[in-house]
Nanobody, 115 residues
Framework: QVQFVESGGGLVQPGGSLKLSCAAS?????????WGWYRQAPGQQRELVAR???????NYADSVKGRFTISTDNAKNTVYLQMNSLKPEDTAVYYC????????WGQGTQVTVAA
């Protein structure tokens, strides 16, 4: 069963940047999967914000397009999310998972954008 360990969140001022990492225990199949970064803000449903389709196609929610970049490192079984020009509305817990997502989720990493 695949497990996900997200890291890299924190408190950042509007306009700032963060890079999230997600280590996935998916073995040698990692490179073949479609990966997503999701987020859940308080009182809202979890939403997909970025998708990586091998070998290198990416898709983004309109709210983050042009600001976020998803990437993977097959040697490290790791999915990244580079977030630039952060806005207060980006505040949420961020998770990675496959797309469509598997039942088990990691603990997520909190991103807070505030002055």
């Amino acid at each position: 069963q695949v497990q996900f360990v997200e890291s890299g969140g924190g408190l950042v001022q509007p306009g700032g940047s963060l890079k999230l990492s997600c280590a996935a225990s998916s073995g040698s199949s990692f490179r073949f999967y479609v990966w997503g970064w999701y987020r859940q803000a308080p009182g809202q449903q979890r939403e997909l914000v970025a998708r990586f389709t091998p070998p290198g196609s990416t898709n983004y929610a309109d709210s983050v397009k042009g600001r976020f970049t998803i990437s993977t490192d097959n040697a490290k079984n790791t999915v990244y999310l580079q977030m630039n020009s952060l806005k207060p509305e980006d505040t949420a817990v961020y998770y990675c998972n496959r797309d469509p997502p598997r039942t088990v989720w990691g603990q997520g990493t909190q991103v807070t954008v505030a002055a």
